[in-house]
């Protein structure tokens, strides 16, 4: 039978939530993910000091404004993190758009056209490639540009189904529900902890997953930001779910039997469906203290560690 991660590839594809190459080479998963936060913490990894080594040395050798070389380097450095990741997993590896991008639909599309373009001079197709994305309406609106030009996308930072529904509206690839955040939002406004079947953050997963299969909707469901291996049973058969190694440690260990709890055949009850046009959009969203914290909040953290990584390349520049 095998562990509970063995387990759940049968049933799940694999993704790890991490920048560090040694985690993804002992895990084995199909695809990865990264962010500002986790390229922060991947800086200083020896394992990825030749990768930052070049992209700081070929800082030293650009010219323009230190701040605008500053920034050509994190990007530098993204992409060739992300080279490296293609060359491990066999899927799909994810790059993130900048956070301060967030409310600019013109700018992320340009962004996310300079990313490709970078991944192909190192010979990295498209098709091994999602952009990265916040879950704004911009975000959303920009999202749709890059899918009709065939540059897949993944909307993270989503935390209500209005959301949901309209990356599916703009024919999102994937997107990337949040499932800790959500439980940390509601453990706080409500004091007290949650078993998994009860778990805020799982049943809003459940409900866009039952939303998108009663539906016919191909946008791929993966669950993310998950704060116990427990929150990830209970979610087992979404069609994928990003795991930090630690979990995935966790799971791999654990020689249990995992009872698949999500599947195309049996959805589940959908939810009512919110419309997806702007103005819906903006007002629903308003509505959802939760899902308008969290999204604020998670941008604002991504752009922190954005401008903390800056620092660093700066520093060693």
């Not at 070389?69 to 993204?78: E, G, H, K, Q």
């Not at 992320?108 to 704004?136: D, F, G, H, M, W």
């Not at 791929?220 to 979404?238: H, K, N, P, T, W």
Request: aromatic share 6%; net charge negative; hydrophobic share 45%.
């Amino acid at each position: 039978m095998g562990s509970k991660l063995d387990q759940l590839r049968e049933m799940t594809v694999v993704v790890a939530d991490t920048g560090d190459i040694e985690a993804i080479r002992a895990h084995r998963p199909v695809d990865c993910t990264t962010n500002p936060t986790l390229l922060l913490k991947a800086f200083g990894l020896p394992t990825l000091a030749p990768i930052v080594d070049e992209a700081l040395a070929w800082g030293r050798k650009q010219s323009g404004s230190r701040e605008d070389v500053v920034s050509r380097v994190a990007d530098r450095l993204a992409i060739s993190v992300g080279t490296e990741l293609t060359r491990i997993v066999p899927g799909r590896v994810s790059t993130e758009v900048d956070a301060n991008l967030s409310f600019d639909t013109d700018a992320t599309v340009e962004k996310a056209r300079a990313i490709i373009a970078a991944y192909a001079e190192r010979e990295v197709p498209r098709n091994r490639i999602l952009i990265k994305i916040a879950s704004t309406w911009e975000g959303i609106q920009a999202a749709r540009v890059l899918q009709k030009e065939g540059i897949d996308c993944n909307l993270t930072l989503l935390f209500s189904l209005v959301q949901a529904m309209a990356c599916a509206d703009a024919g999102v690839f994937l997107i990337s529900p949040f499932v800790g955040r959500i439980l940390d939002w509601y453990v706080k406004k409500e004091g007290r902890k949650f078993e998994p079947e009860e778990d805020p953050g799982v049943k809003s997963v459940r409900g866009i997953y039952a939303a998108f299969k009663t539906r016919g909707i191909q946008t791929i469901v993966m669950g993310a930001s998950f704060r116990s291996a427990g929150q990830v049973e209970a979610l087992a058969g979404c069609d994928r779910l990003t795991i930090s190694p630690a979990l995935l440690e966790e799971l791999a260990r654990d020689q249990g039997v995992l009872e698949r709890k999500l599947s195309p055949e049996n959805p589940g009850v959908s939810p009512p469906v919110p419309a997806t046009d702007e103005r819906s959009f903006r007002w629903e969203l308003n509505e959802d203290a939760m899902a308008t914290e969290k999204l604020s909040e998670g941008i604002r953290l991504f752009a922190a560690d954005l401008r903390k990584l800056h620092s660093l390349i700066d520093a060693r520049l």
